[in-house]
Nanobody, 120 residues
Framework: QIQLVESGGDVVQPGGSLRLSCTASGRISSTNAMGWYRQAPGKERELVARIVSGRTNYANSVKDRFTCSRDNARNTVTLQMNSLKPEDTAVYYC???????????????WGQGTLVTVSS
């Protein structure tokens, strides 16, 4: 069974930094995308950053502030968040597209979410 486990969510003041981490475990033979989404109260889930085939896509709202990186050997993805703003407050979800060995198709997997609160 494949699981994604996030860590690093916390309360931070505006202008501060946080680092989120996510590790995928289970029978993983191939992962062709990993990244982060977030969902703020009353809003839809949105892309934050995602690494696909070696290229990283960022939401415009986080460009130049957030950095997403991946360690393929360890099946981990991290999100370094700097210059945090109150509007970054949300539950952050790790996402990965992993090959399902039973069906030989890539499926989307999600973590349980970690809460980031930016407040003074």
């Amino acid at each position: 069974q494949i699981q994604l486990v996030e860590s690093g969510g916390d309360v931070v003041q505006p202008g501060g930094s946080l680092r989120l981490s996510c590790t995928a475990s289970g029978r993983i033979s191939s992962t062709n995308a990993m990244g982060w989404y977030r969902q703020a109260p009353g809003k839809e889930r949105e892309l934050v950053a995602r690494i696909v085939s070696g290229r990283t896509n960022y939401a415009n709202s986080v460009k130049d502030r957030f950095t997403c990186s991946r360690d393929n050997a360890r099946n981990t993805v991290t999100l370094q968040m700097n210059s945090l703003k109150p509007e970054d407050t949300a539950v952050y979800y790790c996402n990965a597209r992993i090959l399902n060995l039973a069906t030989m198709t890539y499926l989307e997997y999600w973590g349980q979410g970690t809460l980031v609160t930016v407040s003074s």
